[in-house]
C-alpha cells in the first residue's frame, strides 16, 4: 500500500497528527504495536492517573471534609478493586474513542511493530508472526517514551515498580518509599498517601518539581505534606533490594551519611526515556543523540533523511502529550504546504496533585539569571472567596511581568482548578498581554479564575483589591 503520510506509534502525538494529514486530505495510515490505540497517555498515563487521582480526592474528601460541608456518612472505606475497574473502564472509554475518530477520519490502522527498510518502506511485524509491507511519501516517528530504570536498581514490577505497575495495585501500601520529587511520581505518591499509605519521596534535588519555579516547589511541598507524605531532598539513592514482602533503600543524605528505608513498595519515578527500539533507524542512516537516545530533528520536526519526521519524547523538549499533539499538528500541515508555529516557551506544565500546579513561560529564577529586569504580583487562594468557599485555601497565583512594558512575561499557579485556568494566562501571552489588560478584563464572581486578576492588579502598581 502506498500512502502520502504513515505515522509509526498512536499516542496523542501520533493519532492527532493522523487525524490533521487526513482533514488536509493525506492519504493516512497509523501504526500501533499495541492493541490498544492511544499510546501511554491514554492506556498507562495520563487519562488512567487522573481518573485514580479524582477517586482519591473523592475518598480523602468523605474522610475529612464532608463533615464539615454538613454531610455525615459514617464509617467510609476504600475499595481499591473497583477503584481500579472504573479507572480501566475510563482508558477503555478513552481508546475507543481514538479507534472511531481513525475510521471517522478514514485512516488506515496497522496493528504491530513498524521499522524502516528505507526510508519510504516500513515493515509491519505482527504479533502472530507474520510482516506486511507499506510505503510512504512521508513518515513521521512519534513511538514516545517508557519509564527510565536506574542502572543500580532492577524493577521487578511487583515490588519494585515503575508507574506503570502504580496504576494496577491489588492493596493500598503501608509505606511506599518513591525515588524521584517530578511530576509522575508527585501525582502518584499523592493518590496513595489519600487512600492511607504513609509515603516518603527522596529526591536528589534540593526541591520538588525542580524545574518549575520556586514557590510552586515550596508551596507543593507544603500542601503534600498535610496528607503526611515526607520529603527527603539533597538525597541520593544508591540501591534497592526487595526481601521477601519489604523493599530496603539506601541513599545517602546531605552529609554523605548513608541511610536505609524499608518500606513495602518501591515506586521509581526519575523521568522518562524516548522509546526507539526496533525501528530500525540504523538501516536509513538516522543517528541518536548520544545523551537521552532523542531522534535529532530541524525547525520543521524533520530528520536528517528528507521526508521523515519525529514528534513528541522522541525529540528534545518536555514531554507531554499536549506539545506532542501540537508537533503532530505542525508536521501535518507542513507537509501539506501550510506555514504552522510553535511557541514553546507558552506550552504549559501541570501537575494534577491537589492543590494543582500549573506554569507557563519564564520562572523567576529564569528571569533572575538572564538578567531580565521583572515585577512580581502574586496573590493567594486564601483570600477568593470562591476557594473559602470550597475549602480549597491552599496555594496561589504569580504573575511575572516586564518592569518597562508591563508584558506577561510567566505566569505560576498552585491552587484549586489551576490546571484549567492556566489556558487564560497562555491565552494572555500568546497575544503578548500586559499584567494591565487581565486587571482590566472583567472576571466572574465569585471564580478561582479572579485570583489570576488579583495577582495582574498586584503586578500592577501594587493595585490588588482583596489582599
Known sequence: MQYDAVIIGSGPGGYVAAIRC?????????????????????????????????????????????????????????????????????????????????????????????????????????????????????????????PTELPFIKTDGKRIITSTEALNLTEIPKHMILIGGGVIGLELGSVYARLGAKVTV????????????????????????????????????????????????????????????????????????????????????????????????????????????????VIKGAMLAHKAEDEGTFVAETIAGQKPHINYNLIPGVVYTWPEVASVGYTEEQLKEQGVKYKVGSFPFKASGRARASMDTDGLIKVLADAETDEILGVHMIGPRVADIIAEAVVAMEFRASAEDIARISHAHPTYTEAFREASLAATDNRAIHI
Open 202 to 313: 527522596i529526591e536528589f534535588m534540593d526541591s520538588i518539581i525542580s524545574t518549575m519555579d520556586k514557590t510552586l516547589s515550596k508551596e507543593l511541598q507544603k500542601s503534600l505534606s498535610k496528607l503526611g507524605m515526607e520529603f527527603l531532598l539533597s538525597h541520593k539513592v544508591t540501591g534497592a533490594i526487595v526481601k521477601g514482602n519489604k523493599v530496603s533503600v539506601t541513599a545517602d543524605n546531605p552529609k554523605g551519611e548513608k541511610i536505609t528505608l524499608e518500606g513495602d513498595y518501591c515506586l521509581v519515578a526519575v523521568g522518562r526515556i524516548a522509546y526507539t527500539e526496533g525501528l530500525g533507524l540504523e538501516n536509513i542512516g538516522i543517528q541518536l543523540e548520544e545523551r537521552g537516545k532523542k531522534i535529532p530533528v530541524d525547525e520543521h520536526f524533520e530528520t536528517s533523511v528528507k521526508g521523515i519526521y519525529a514528534i513528541g519524547d
Open 22 to 146: 487526513a482533514q488536509l486530505g493525506l492519504k493516512t495510515a497509523i501504526i500501533e504495536k499495541y492493541n490498544t490505540l492511544g499510546g501511554t497517555c491514554l492506556n498507562v498515563g495520563c487519562i488512567p492517573s487522573k481518573a485514580l487521582l479524582d477517586s482519591s480526592e473523592h475518598y480523602y474528601n468523605a474522610q475529612h471534609t464532608f463533615k464539615t460541608h454538613g454531610i455525615d456518612l459514617g464509617s467510609v472505606k476504600v475499595n481499591l478493586k473497583q477503584m481500579i475497574a472504573r479507572k480501566d473502564v475510563v482508558v477503555k472509554e478513552n481508546t475507543s474513542g481514538i479507534t472511531y475518530l481513525m475510521i471517522k477520519n478514514k485512516i488506515t490502522v496497522y496493528e504491530g511493530l513498524g521499522s524502516f527498510v528505507d526510508k519510504n518502506t516500513i515493515k509491519v511485524s505482527k504479533a502472530e508472526g507474520t510482516n506486511e509491507t507499506i510505503t510512504a511519501k512521508n513518515i513521521i516517528i512519534a513511538t514516545g517514551s517508557k
